[in-house]
């Protein structure tokens, strides 16, 4: 057998190990807990082996603060030869606990072959199982050409400005630096993921006007004006979405369509802390609020989707007097796709066809993730999610991450890297 695959194998209890250390520190976000502390534990692991590590907090990012300051490592292990380099890119942060876990969330347990904890499958088995293929890789191969990187960085629960955005904009994704990239998101040991469908978050603003509430008639509800635009996002607006099918690899099938979420309605006075014990005061609503969360296709162009929401604006006010309304773009990202003939796409699939007896399925993720950032601040294409891990574990009580998942992967890895790095 590959002696490569074989080192994988041996250092399954180490792989387990590393991955339990990780999840027992509890990086969660938000607010950004303990984010130096994990940095530290994967910088010393790699500095001991003679990896250069760089630790870099985004000051200044979106999200960091003195109080919790946005730390991200970055470690390098320089080849003995001029060649490509492969970057395996993880999140460390973690999201919040929630109800329903019988397991300790950040107590790294292992039953039946299975390590339980919050980010075990999003994303610290995966930060672990990088590790651990890249050190067998290079302890077997010390003389490998070009150079392998690791970094984990913060925020990717809620953007990444912190993490891979910050560091993209200080040029650690630069073509000249970097040529290939995973990101071990647990998308299933199988399935290669190319990209990402857009985003579009906006608020629709309805304005009304206050008045007493036992005189509606002397002002104007901005509730009721939101019921109409409401009805007509029923009546023409989702009907439109779903007509809408994309060529992307989507998954799962109902996010090959464009989709809307009401992701929050306000309106009217706002809901009182718990121990307050008085009435509402009678108040006609003046305003009123909806935000709404757009995944769109590549096929799909922005300005179009932003026009689609304004014509169905425009539609109401042609039917009701005094309609006031306003737009306020949030956040937009563009969808991505890596081609499938890139080097990166070809080299995994080659190593997933030689570990798992199949080939990959090519998907596409229905949200976003940091491949956006290395694509657009980064300019590199050349960039896929490879990682164990169930996907639909993530962010669930009891998550957990499957040992033999994170050893065939890692298997998988350590051959992408042989590929790359050691013609
Ligand atoms: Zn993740």
Same mark, same amino acid.
């Given at each position: 057998m590959d002696r490569l695959l074989t080192e994988i194998e041996t250092r399954r209890d180490d792989l387990v190990a590393l991955t339990q250390d990780l999840i027992r520190?509890?990086?969660?976000?938000?607010?950004?807990?303990?984010?130096?502390?994990?940095?530290?534990? *994967?910088?010393?692991r790699l500095g001991a082996r003679g990896w250069q590590v760089e630790m870099v907090r985004a000051t200044g990012a979106l999200g960091d603060s003195e109080?919790?300051?946005?730390?991200?490592?970055?470690?390098?292990?320089?080849?003995?030869?001029?060649?490509?380099?492969?970057?395996?890119?993880?999140?460390?942060?973690? *999201?919040?606990?929630?109800?329903g876990w019988t397991r300790d969330p950040f107590g790294g347990e292992v039953a039946e072959g299975k390590v339980y904890g919050r980010g075990a499958c999003d994303m610290k088995g995966g930060l672990a199982t990088s590790i651990i293929a890249a050190e067998a890789f290079a302890d077997l191969h010390p003389d490998f050409a070009g150079a392998i990187e690791i970094s984990?960085?913060?925020?990717?629960?809620?953007?990444?400005?912190?993490?891979?955005?910050?560091?993209?904009?200080?040029?650690? &994704?630069?073509?000249?630096? *970097?040529?290939?990239?995973?990101?071990?998101?647990?998308l299933n040991k199988d399935r290669i993921c190319l990209g990402h469908r857009g985003v579009w978050w906006a608020e629709i603003?309805?304005?009304?006007?206050?008045?007493?509430?036992?005189?509606? &008639?002397? =002002?104007?509800?901005?509730?009721?004006?939101?019921?109409?635009?409401?009805?007509?996002?029923?009546?023409?607006? &989702?009907?439109?979405?779903a007509g809408k099918q994309t060529e992307m690899p989507v998954v799962p099938e109902g996010a090959k369509h464009s989709t809307l979420n009401i992701n929050a309605i306000h309106g009217g006075e706002p809901v009182q802390d718990e121990?307050?014990? =008085?009435?509402?005061?009678?108040?006609?609503?003046?305003?009123?609020?909806? $935000?709404?969360?757009r995944r769109f296709l590549i096929e799909e162009d922005i300005a179009e989707v932003k026009a689609e929401v304004t014509q169905m604006m425009e539609r109401v006010r042609?039917?009701?007097?005094? &309609?006031?309304?306003?737009?306020?773009?949030?956040?937009?990202?563009?969808? $991505?796709? $890596?081609p499938e003939d890139a080097p990166i796409v070809q080299t995994v699939q080659d190593a997933v066809t030689q570990i798992l007896g199949k080939s990959a399925e090519f998907v596409v993720s229905p949200g976003t993730y940091d491949q956006k950032h290395i694509d657009r601040i980064g300019r590199l294409k050349n960039c896929i999610a490879y990682g164990p891990g169930v996907l639909d574990l993530a962010h669930q009580p009891d998550e957990w991450i499957? *040992?033999?998942?994170?050893?065939?992967?890692?298997?998988?890895m350590a051959l992408a890297l042989r590929r790359l790095l050691y013609p």
């Amino acid at each position: 057998m590959d002696r490569l695959l074989t080192e994988i194998e041996t250092r399954r209890d180490d792989l387990v190990a590393l991955t339990q250390d990780l999840i027992r520190i509890p990086t969660l976000n938000p607010p950004g807990l303990h984010y130096r502390d994990i940095c530290a534990l *994967v910088g010393d692991r790699l500095g001991a082996r003679g990896w250069q590590v760089e630790m870099v907090r985004a000051t200044g990012a979106l999200g960091d603060s003195e109080k919790y300051p946005r730390w991200n490592v970055v470690c390098r292990l320089e080849g003995k030869r001029p060649g490509d380099c492969l970057h395996f890119n993880s999140h460390h942060d973690v *999201v919040a606990v929630g109800d329903g876990w019988t397991r300790d969330p950040f107590g790294g347990e292992v039953a039946e072959g299975k390590v339980y904890g919050r980010g075990a499958c999003d994303m610290k088995g995966g930060l672990a199982t990088s590790i651990i293929a890249a050190e067998a890789f290079a302890d077997l191969h010390p003389d490998f050409a070009g150079a392998i990187e690791i970094s984990a960085t913060a925020d990717e629960e809620s953007g990444g400005f912190g993490g891979v955005a910050y560091l993209a904009q200080q040029g650690f &994704f630069d073509p000249a630096r *970097v040529q290939h990239v995973i990101i071990p998101e647990p998308l299933n040991k199988d399935r290669i993921c190319l990209g990402h469908r857009g985003v579009w978050w906006a608020e629709i603003e309805t304005k009304g006007r206050i008045a007493h509430g036992s005189m509606p &008639f002397l =002002g104007d509800c901005a509730v009721r004006h939101m019921g109409a635009v409401m009805d007509e996002m029923e009546r023409t607006l &989702f009907p439109l979405l779903a007509g809408k099918q994309t060529e992307m690899p989507v998954v799962p099938e109902g996010a090959k369509h464009s989709t809307l979420n009401i992701n929050a309605i306000h309106g009217g006075e706002p809901v009182q802390d718990e121990d307050y014990t =008085g009435l509402p005061s009678a108040c006609v609503p003046d305003r009123c609020v909806l $935000t709404i969360d757009r995944r769109f296709l590549i096929e799909e162009d922005i300005a179009e989707v932003k026009a689609e929401v304004t014509q169905m604006m425009e539609r109401v006010r042609a039917a009701r007097p005094d &309609f006031r309304y306003e737009i306020r773009d949030l956040w937009e990202v563009q969808p $991505t796709m $890596t081609p499938e003939d890139a080097p990166i796409v070809q080299t995994v699939q080659d190593a997933v066809t030689q570990i798992l007896g199949k080939s990959a399925e090519f998907v596409v993720s229905p949200g976003t993730y940091d491949q956006k950032h290395i694509d657009r601040i980064g300019r590199l294409k050349n960039c896929i999610a490879y990682g164990p891990g169930v996907l639909d574990l993530a962010h669930q009580p009891d998550e957990w991450i499957g *040992v033999q998942d994170m050893v065939d992967s890692g298997q998988v890895m350590a051959l992408a890297l042989r590929r790359l790095l050691y013609p």
